[in-house]
């Protein structure tokens, strides 16, 4: 891959010893950072009821973001769709083009985000969305955005506002780790975003993003496949620094898998922990494709995951204890990658 688009995911972590206020401050300031280190995109996450992670309003933070940042892409990474009326999305994000027009980025997902009972309480009174009705969702929502209704749809005299200007459509992607998620994409014509990061389907990506390749069919709003992958990363000074800092996102997982989600512990007590055989055999297998350690080794482990993949969209998630060691990551990941040269010289053009 000859130049790289480098965004961020921003899960908003929060710490022990730490405050949920504390955690979308620096959600804030990291995206600040992050343009001027030369990253090309900022996403925050959706979850719900969840001690470990602040991010439950992604529409509001992207608001807050995009009026502190100049040029940089905001979006959602993303907005948990079953949850939501097609319709409400639309002109929420419409709304924030309209502030921010060319630089809104709309990620759907289709996860809840969240355990079942959150879910039904999101719902509340009315039933929860039967997941059945997801790709239904995805075209309306689509179909909101562009003003692009099927005249014999229900809804088809519905307009999203403001609009219905092109202006004042955000770009929209697909999020997933399935191949559902990617036939769903493809079918659809829309930008995917591989989830690699989970873990859970690390093995199989590429195969997933393949098909999703073999099977696009080009939209007006999409004419070709494009792919974003979202990769696990911590990058330190030394390679023994990287595995004590991300000791506390190895408890956070887990944590995860035991049903506690509770703010991350330091990494001080973190590294001290013992690990049951299942639990270390769980970290080794969902932990196969995550990226830690000194510069050089990171740069040659994201070029391989590019590789991998194929694309050269990358966006990057990491989540420790210390707010200076995630900043410090993304530095240095701009230093190794050039961002700030590469965005000079694009914005030269």
Avoid at 94 to 123: C, H, K, M, V, W
Avoid at 152 to 165: E, V, W
Avoid at 183 to 209: Q, W, Y
Wanted: aromatic share 10%.
């Amino acid at each position: 891959m000859d130049s790289f688009n480098f965004g961020i995911v921003d899960q908003s972590p929060v710490r022990e010893e730490g405050s949920v206020e504390d955690a979308l401050r620096e959600t804030v300031e990291l995206a600040v950072l992050a343009e001027n280190w030369g990253y090309k995109r900022y996403w925050v996450a959706e979850h719900h009821n969840s001690d470990g992670y602040a991010g439950t309003a992604p529409e509001i933070l992207i608001g807050q973001i995009a009026s502190k940042t100049k040029n940089i892409s905001i979006g959602s990474g993303g907005v948990m769709l079953s949850h939501y009326s097609a319709l409400k999305v639309a002109e929420t994000f419409r709304i924030l083009n309209s502030f921010y027009p060319d630089r809104i980025e709309l990620g759907i997902g289709r996860a809840p985000g969240s355990d079942q009972q959150t879910a039904a309480a999101l719902a509340h009174p009315r039933p929860q969305m039967d997941i059945n009705q997801f790709p239904q969702q995805v075209a309306d929502l689509v179909g909101f955005l562009s003003g692009t209704l099927h005249q014999d749809h229900y809804f088809s005299n519905i307009k999203a506002q403001p609009g219905p200007s092109p202006d004042s459509i955000p770009n929209i992607w697909l999020l997933g780790s399935s191949d559902f998620s990617a036939r769903l994409a493809a079918v659809l014509g829309l930008p995917f975003s591989f989830a690699d990061f989970f873990g859970t389907s690390s093995e199989h990506g590429p195969m997933i993003v393949d098909l999703y390749r073999q099977q696009f069919q080009p939209s007006n709003y999409c004419p070709e496949p494009k792919i974003n992958v979202a990769l696990q990363v911590i990058c330190a000074e030394t390679q023994k620094e990287a595995e004590f800092i991300a000791s506390s996102r190895d408890i956070a997982r887990i944590n995860r898998l035991r049903g506690i989600r509770g703010p991350m512990i330091k990494p001080e007590e973190a590294s001290k922990i013992k690990f049951s055989l299942q639990e270390a055999y769980h970290l080794e297998q969902t932990g196969k494709h995550i990226i830690q350690g000194e510069p050089k080794h990171v740069k040659s482990e994201i070029l391989e995951a590019s590789d991998r993949y194929q694309t050269n969209e990358i966006s990057i998630v990491t989540n420790c204890y210390y707010f200076d060691h995630r900043k410090t990551s993304f530095k240095l990941i701009s230093e190794i990658f050039n961002l700030n040269d590469a965005s000079s010289s694009s914005s030269d053009q």
